[in-house]
């Protein structure tokens, strides 16, 4: 059969790398700030946009989908053109790709740091960025899939399997967890409320882990590591069995970050069951990648890049024995809400992502510029460097995890707890705190050592856009040989194998979740539950902007300690209005979920303006802006609307009043403060509106409610019970 000549598109690899190292670098730089926030608290959040809670949500995004994302792009379009020895089937999808992708991320570097967030895990990116992101995600789907179907390769190599189930499950997860409500292009509430919402969020945070920090880069590591190794993936067999049982089991576990919540129990175990079970494809996957280095480890003493893609297999494992064993209750009850939890995702994040991504780009930029890396030793000096900065990132984490944890369960032998005070916690965490810092400091370092090395190798080659290749068409009357293995028929048929991925990753989604959402026993509502007034939504709408919940938990789970602490375990009743949930994950603060009426407003005041004068030694950013901000009421009945669209039981009188709802209860608060703090505070403050929130938070179950809170329901303001 006669060959057909045609050229590898190496400009959008090349973009996409470019991409990968700029946005890599801003993204970890952002990190190293938020870091030494927590160490230098006064100095280090001077403005709002500065602030840890809103450039802590900025880092993970850049984290994972500017440097990991670009890094996924940029391999799949270098790997996948060679695979099925094709052209991408079109170059303006290609391109538009790219830029709308840098268009999102440059729309998330300037809607986070404004407090424009969902505050959802990984997933704060608010409504028209979302839509934005989904068409995006089709576009590069469709390129990829046209691509497939106009191959001259036959078999769809594994690599290709891990991009197929990357592109269909994550368009699954992105599309479910952002449902939502716009109530104006810079704000939404999502349409899932307290224990349903927190499920579906974990079902997309688990496995936004799984299946775009994982599986794609899986793919990556099957492409990228027997190239430069020069040897044949160690076992075909092995990689079948990897994947399948990979994609099925990786989305139910997704439930295991909320043991000992408010969480269904049917639904905590599942999580656990088959986050257990995750330990066997995982490292199946380990196993499959450190072993096709067989015959080739004298090469790993002198390669930089095959010692990145050692190290990154290694924390892949480490990372993926580690979570599943996180998922025991036991260990759960240790880690949970500690920096064990951050110390974890760090192994895989800058390990398992981060190293993989690095060997890639000493790999590819040498071949696309037709030269040779400018110095090895520079290279080896990142490698060394960066290992360095894990190390000293991640283990000072584990220390003050298990500190926390120990510290907030210790009791005298009289039934007190020895550390009742939760700062006497916090601040002995901080020189960790800067030592983790410092770790970040290195890992940027050998990053900007991988910069000047890239920009010298560039300089020194010459950029191949149009790669010529040849390879014969495919054949349209194929007939498979006989005693070919029965597998191979859904490996060369990309439709089925599409298919047959969405259908295996869609059953444990299904049977988690829409239980949770349609049988009301899974969630028994309280009759003393109201709604939150207007002032307290406004205030709870500033909770989120300011991105509190990556600091304060707002759920007591049924220990002794916790109860000792801070009051009743949380139930899931209490939750029934709370679009979205607040549960957190990390305490660097208090659970707040009882905070309501343990202190006068003017302690709140007072810590919000300056921590540190009501708690010293408090690591807690100021919020001085909160004081002299004017609350903006403009969206008020709008945002109540559309909570009643969702089932919140507000009447439409009350709707029909509610600025002058809103004032009224302002006012109280802030004559009160007034009174306690010497100086005129106006009711219009956004301070006052927290203030209101925070009061609220967990007294309904008391029984206890103001006119004001009896006036969501009933419309009309009520005498004091």
């Given at each position: 059969?006669?060959?057909?000549?045609?050229?590898?598109?190496?400009?959008?690899?090349?973009?996409?790398?470019?991409?990968?190292?700029?946005?890599?670098?801003?993204?970890?730089?952002?990190?190293?700030?938020?870091?030494?926030?927590?160490?230098?608290?006064?100095?280090?959040?001077?403005?709002?946009?500065?602030?840890?809670?809103?450039?802590?949500?900025?880092?993970?995004?850049?984290?994972?989908?500017?440097?990991?994302?670009?890094?996924?792009?940029?391999?799949?379009?270098?790997s996948l053109q060679r695979l099925l020895k094709a052209r991408m089937a079109s170059d303006l999808l290609s391109k538009i790709h790219f830029w709308g992708w840098q268009l999102i991320i440059v729309s998330a570097v300037i809607t986070i740091p404004l407090g424009i967030s969902s505050s959802?895990?990984?997933?704060?990116?608010?409504?028209?960025?979302?839509?934005?992101?989904?068409?995006?995600?089709?576009?590069?789907?469709?390129?990829?899939?046209?691509?497939?179907?106009?191959?001259?390769?036959?078999?769809?190599?594994?690599?290709?399997?891990?991009?197929?189930?990357?592109?269909?499950?994550?368009?699954?997860?992105?599309?479910?967890?952002?449902?939502?409500?716009?109530?104006?292009?810079?704000?939404?509430?999502?349409?899932?409320?307290g224990v349903q919402d927190a499920l579906v969020q974990w079902w997309y945070g688990h496995n936004a882990v799984a299946f775009f920090l994982t599986t794609p880069?899986?793919?990556?590591?099957?492409?990228?590591?027997?190239k430069a190794a020069n040897r044949p993936v160690y076992s075909y067999r092995l990689s079948i069995v990897h994947f399948w049982a990979l994609i099925f089991i990786y989305i139910w576990a997704g439930p295991h970050h909320l043991l000992y919540t408010a969480l269904p129990e049917w639904a905590q175990s599942l999580g656990t069951v088959f986050s257990i079970m995750l330990i066997f494809p995982s490292w199946g996957g380990m196993i499959n990648g450190l072993l096709t280095l067989r015959g080739a480890w004298d090469?790993?003493?002198?390669?930089?890049?095959?010692?990145?893609?050692?190290?990154?297999?290694?924390?892949?494992?480490?990372?993926?024995?580690?979570?599943?064993?996180?998922?025991?209750?036991?260990?759960?009850?240790?880690?949970?809400?500690?920096?064990?939890?951050?110390?974890?995702?760090?192994?895989?994040?800058?390990?398992?992502?981060?190293?993989?991504?690095?060997?890639?780009?000493?790999?590819?930029?040498?071949k696309m510029y037709r030269t040779s890396l400018f110095s090895e030793k520079l290279a080896n000096a990142h490698f060394w460097i960066g290992t360095t900065g894990i190390l000293f990132w991640a283990l000072p984490m584990y220390v003050s995890g298990f500190t926390q944890s120990l510290m907030w369960k210790e009791f005298n032998p009289d039934g007190t707890l020895v550390y009742g005070n939760f700062l006497e916690t916090v601040t002995q965490l901080i020189p960790l705190y800067a030592t983790r810092a410092i770790g970040g400091t290195l890992y940027v370092t050998g990053m900007l050592i991988m910069v000047y090395n890239v920009i010298k190798t560039v300089k020194s080659g010459s950029f191949l856009a149009q790669e010529e290749a040849s390879a014969p068409a495919l054949a349209?009357?194929?007939?498979?040989?006989?005693?070919?293995?029965?597998?191979?028929?859904?490996?060369?048929?990309?439709?089925?194998?599409?298919?047959?991925?969405?259908?295996?990753?869609?059953?444990?989604?299904?049977?988690?979740?829409?239980?949770?959402?349609?049988?009301?026993?899974?969630?028994?509502?309280?009759?003393?539950?109201?709604?939150y007034t207007a002032l307290e939504l406004e205030g709870r709408d500033l909770y989120i902007r300011e991105g509190c919940n990556a600091c304060h938990s707002q759920m007591i789970r049924p220990f002794r300690s916790e109860i000792a602490r801070y009051g009743d375990y949380s139930k899931a009743g209490e939750f029934v209005y709370d679009h979205p949930f607040l549960w957190g994950s990390k305490r660097t603060g208090p659970d707040l979920h009882r905070v309501g009426g343990k202190y006068p407003h003017s302690w709140h005041y007072k810590h919000m303006v300056d921590p540190r004068s009501m708690s010293a030694g408090s690591i807690m950013p100021t919020y001085e802006w909160l004081s002299s901000n004017e609350l903006d009421t403009e969206l008020t009945s709008k945002k109540l609307e559309t909570m009643q669209t969702l089932g919140v039981p507000y009447s439409d009188e009350y709707i029909a009043n509610a600025d002058a709802h809103l004032?009224?209860?302002?006012?109280?608060?802030?004559?009160?403060?007034?009174?306690?703090?010497?100086?005129e505070i106006s009711p219009k403050e956004e301070m006052v509106a927290l203030i209101a929130y925070l009061q609220r938070l967990g007294i309904d179950i008391k029984g206890e409610h103001s006119k004001h809170v009896e006036a969501t329901t009933a419309g009309t303001l009520t005498a004091e019970n």
């Open positions: 059969m006669q060959s057909e000549t045609f050229f590898y598109d190496n400009k959008i690899v090349r973009n996409f790398t470019i991409a990968t190292i700029i946005w890599g670098v801003i993204g970890l730089l952002v990190g190293i700030w938020v870091a030494f926030s927590l160490v230098f608290p006064e100095t280090l959040n001077p403005a709002s946009w500065l602030s840890f809670g809103r450039l802590r949500a900025l880092h993970t995004n850049g984290a994972i989908f500017a440097f990991v994302g670009n890094a996924i792009f940029a391999g799949v379009y270098y959802k895990e990984y997933a704060e990116l608010e409504w028209p960025i979302d839509i934005g992101i989904a068409l995006v995600w089709v576009i590069f789907g469709v390129n990829m899939f046209w691509t497939i179907l106009k191959r001259r390769e036959r078999h769809l190599y594994v690599a290709i399997w891990f991009y197929i189930a990357t592109f269909v499950t994550v368009a699954v997860l992105h599309i479910v967890n952002n449902l939502e409500i716009p109530v104006s292009f810079t704000k939404s509430y999502s349409i899932f409320a880069v899986l793919g990556l590591m099957y492409y990228f590591v027997p090469k790993v003493r002198d390669s930089a890049v095959l010692k990145f893609f050692v190290v990154a297999i290694t924390a892949y494992g480490m990372s993926t024995l580690e979570g599943p064993l996180l998922s025991l209750k036991s260990l759960n009850a240790i880690a949970h809400y500690t920096d064990w939890i951050p110390a974890h995702v760090h192994i895989g994040t800058l390990g398992w992502n981060g190293f993989l991504i690095f060997g890639m780009i000493y790999w590819l930029m040498p349209e009357d194929y007939t498979a040989p006989k005693g070919d293995y029965w597998h191979r028929w859904i490996e060369r048929k990309p439709v089925q194998l599409m298919v047959g991925a969405t259908i295996v990753i869609l059953i444990g989604g299904i049977i988690e979740i829409v239980p949770t959402i349609m049988v009301k026993s899974n969630v028994p509502t309280i009759e003393d539950v109201k709604p004032m009224a209860q302002a006012e109280e608060i802030a004559a009160e403060l007034s009174n306690d703090l010497g100086q």
